[in-house]
């Protein structure tokens, strides 16, 4: 896979489109928004607010800074005071995701969305639940709670008549990652460890594209003899780019990238706002998005290696190695499949 494959011209262009302001009706819908206290997640949850949401659920680790996001958006939606809860989700928890989902299948009578916008970037290594932080917090928490709600999404499915979605948010920085532990024989395993931190993101962006396109496919495949079920009801799985944005994803980022990416955001990055426009077009998108990759608002393709053989025999590999690891942690979640 080429280091460098996204055309630069392309990704100006992109950068510099103008996307579509969210008009999609949410009346009645119940959204949960990850890391909805800042950034992109916030102005998510402020469209989904604006359009009638009956309810907009804040997962944040800081309840202070989750009641500050909620402060905000009520201002800015006076109409819509007492939508917007906050509830604590602490991604470097396994427990604590179990909690979170537990309370939310229990609590909640519909769940229409579920928008997985948080991640971490960082260079620096740190390890939660045995495995580096953006692994833990940007793959396996992000599927377990995936898989958790799968079954509170499936029932909205059948109560309301209603098509839920299940949405990633992603980045085009999976097509520049070298990938290094593509032919390892365990791709989770190799990336415990502290080596090509620089890499890391990009990493976890490539293998949550890589997840949504396996899971999906899983979702679909009602004939497999191997894992008895009945047919489920429909939920739109999909994944997407915001594009460069001015967020605090980059809060960690050591001297001297700083200055690199003082001038990049000054020069090209979108605003939050403008950003969290994909967000919200793909948590709305039509059933045909399940399983595809979508930036400016549109379902675009990923990288060449994600289309590739390669990337494919990937693609099952990993996917076979994160449902292991998240049997492990919650025995049975398999199943919700």
């Avoid at 809860?85 to 909690?99: A, H, M, P, R, Y």
């Amino acid at each position: 896979m080429p280091l460098f494959e996204l055309p630069l011209l392309q990704f100006l262009i992109s950068q510099w489109t103008s996307l579509p302001y969210p008009t999609t009706d949410c009346t009645d819908k119940v959204v949960i928004v990850t890391g909805g206290n800042v950034g992109l997640g916030l102005e998510a949850a402020r469209h989904f607010a604006r359009l009638n949401a009956a309810k907009v659920i804040i997962a944040c680790r800081n309840i202070e800074k989750g009641n500050a996001a909620k402060t905000d958006i009520e201002s800015s939606t006076p109409n819509r005071k007492g939508v917007v809860e906050v509830w604590q989700l602490d991604l470097t928890s396994f427990e604590n995701v179990k909690d979170f989902c537990r309370r939310a299948d229990q609590q909640l009578d519909r769940l229409d969305i579920l928008l997985e916008n948080a991640s971490v970037l960082t260079m620096e290594f740190t390890e939660h639940e045995g495995y580096e932080e953006q692994i833990t917090v940007n793959v396996l928490s992000t599927f377990l709670m995936a898989l958790l709600l799968l079954p509170a999404l499936r029932r909205t499915a059948t109560r309301y008549n209603a098509l839920p979605h299940l949405t990633i948010v992603s980045s085009d920085a999976h097509v520049v990652t070298p990938f290094h532990c593509r032919d390892a024989p365990s791709i989770l395993q190799a990336l415990k460890g502290s080596a090509h931190m620089m890499d890391r993101y990009g990493d976890t962006k490539l293998l949550q594209l890589l997840l949504v396109r396996e899971l999906a496919k899983a979702l679909d495949d009602d004939d497999d003899a191997s894992v008895p079920r009945k047919k489920q009801p429909r939920v739109v799985l999909n994944t997407l780019n915001p594009g460069l944005c001015r967020s605090e994803l980059f809060r960690s980022v050591p001297w001297p990238y700083t200055w690199i990416l003082y001038v990049s955001m000054r020069l090209l990055a979108r605003t939050a706002e403008m950003g969290s426009r994909n967000l919200v077009a793909a948590a709305t998108a039509p059933e045909d998005t399940h399983g595809k990759y979508i930036s400016d608002c549109k379902v675009w393709e990923p990288s060449r290696y994600v289309r590739s053989p390669e990337g494919a025999d990937a693609q099952r590999r990993v996917f076979a190695e994160l449902l292991d690891e998240l049997e492990r942690i919650e025995p049975g979640v398999r199943a919700n499949i």
